[in-house]
Every structure is written in C-alpha cells, then in structure tokens.
Nanobody, 130 residues
C-alpha cells in the first residue's frame, strides 16, 4: 500500500516562501515513475482544489493558473520525494496542502485530477499572514 507523508508547512508572511515535501513509501513492484503525484489544497470552508501535478512518465509539471509562475513542482526519485516550492506566497494560498498519487498512465488536468488520485497523505497546514 502506497503511503504519502507531507511536511514543510507553517506560518509565513505574504511574499515569503515555503517548500513542501511529499515522502512516498510502500511502492511494491513499481517506483515513483509509475505514479503521477499531485498537490492539492483546501482552504477553510472551501472545496479541495488541484494546485500542481508532476507526471511519473516524463516529469512534466502542471499548474493551476492561480499559482503559475510562483510554484514549482519537482521530484527526487532517489529519495522517493516530491517537492512543491512556493514563492511569493499570498494570503489566498492559505490552506491544508495534500499530496496524492495516481497510477500512470493518466491524462493530467489540474481542474479534474482529484478524481484520478488513489492514494492520499494527511496534509500539512500553510498559513500566509502578516
């Protein structure tokens, strides 16, 4: 059973940066490249939304319009870890951030990929406030 653990959340001022990590374990037969890994967030009182995703097939990154140019997703297969570098943070970026995994092959669409995810972490809280 694939397991995901997020870390790196915290309190940051507007304009600041954070790097979230998603550590994966329990792969069984397949490695990190068998999965697309997505980052999602959920603000208080709002639905969970897709933020970014990295393809296991070719390492391509995908982003929601709201974070384009500010967030960067990457992976380190040697550490079985996926990162989300978040720069120029805004108060509207506040929420619980979750990573999730979907078995490849999938067609990645940020707006709809939530339904493709099979495995989820428990989340890490990001608060952007002065």
């Amino acid at each position: 059973q694939l397991q995901l653990v997020e870390s790196g959340g915290g309190l940051v001022q507007p304009g600041g940066s954070l790097r979230l990590s998603c550590a994966l374990s329990g792969f069984g037969r397949f490695g990190l490249d068998y999965y697309a890994i997505g980052w999602f967030r959920q603000a208080p009182g709002k639905e969970r939304e897709g933020v970014s995703c990295i393809s296991g097939t070719d390492g391509s990154g995908f982003y929601a319009d709201s974070v384009w140019g500010r967030f960067t997703i990457s992976s380190d297969p040697a550490k079985n870890t996926v990162y989300l570098q978040m720069n120029n943070l805004k108060p509207e970026d506040t929420g619980v951030y979750y990573c999730a995994a979907a078995e490849e092959p999938i067609v990645i669409h940020i707006a709809t990929m939530l339904g493709d995810m099979r495995y989820w972490g428990k989340g890490t809280l990001v608060t952007v406030s002065s």
